[in-house]
């Protein structure tokens, strides 16, 4: 059974940084994409960042470029989301999903929810003013 678990959220100050992981199990994290998402009270799903395996790719929203650093541990199935100089606007539940790299364009549309098949429960992040 593919699952996926994300774990890291926290309170933290405005200004601060967390470590987001994100377990796979029942599937090889080498040639799959794997990507982060947030959903803030009242807000729709954004797309946050993805690390696509199977060709070496990342891509971030600009909303986080430059904050947030996506990274893979393949031996440990765990993809990391660090996020540095967190801000109030920060706050949300997020979440990590498995990718349809099989899916053509993929890395087109890495932040729409759609190309993506599996999803983890998520983890709360509150960023403090």
């Known amino acids: 059974e593919v699952q996926l678990q994300a774990s890291g959220g926290g309170l933290v100050q405005a200004g601060g940084s967390l470590r987001l992981s994100c377990a796979g199990s029942?599937?090889?994290?080498?040639?799959?994409?794997i990507g982060w998402f947030r959903r803030a009270p009242g807000q729709e799903r954004e797309g946050v960042s993805c690390?696509?395996?199977?060709?070496?790719?990342?891509f971030y929203a600009d909303s986080v470029k430059g904050r947030f650093t996506i990274s893979s541990d393949n031996a440990k199935n765990t993809v990391y989301l660090q996020m540095n100089s967190l801000k109030p606007e920060d706050t949300a539940v997020y979440y990590c999903?498995?990718?349809?790299?099989?899916?053509?364009?993929?890395?087109?549309?890495?932040?729409?929810?759609?190309?993506?098949?599996?999803w983890g429960q998520g983890t709360l992040v509150t960023v403090s003013s």
């Open positions: 690390i696509n395996n199977s060709d070496g790719t990342t």
């Open positions: 999903a498995r990718g349809r790299t099989g899916t053509k364009w993929f890395n087109s549309y890495w932040s729409v929810p759609i190309m993506y098949s599996t």
């Open positions: 029942g599937f090889t994290f080498d040639d799959t994409a």
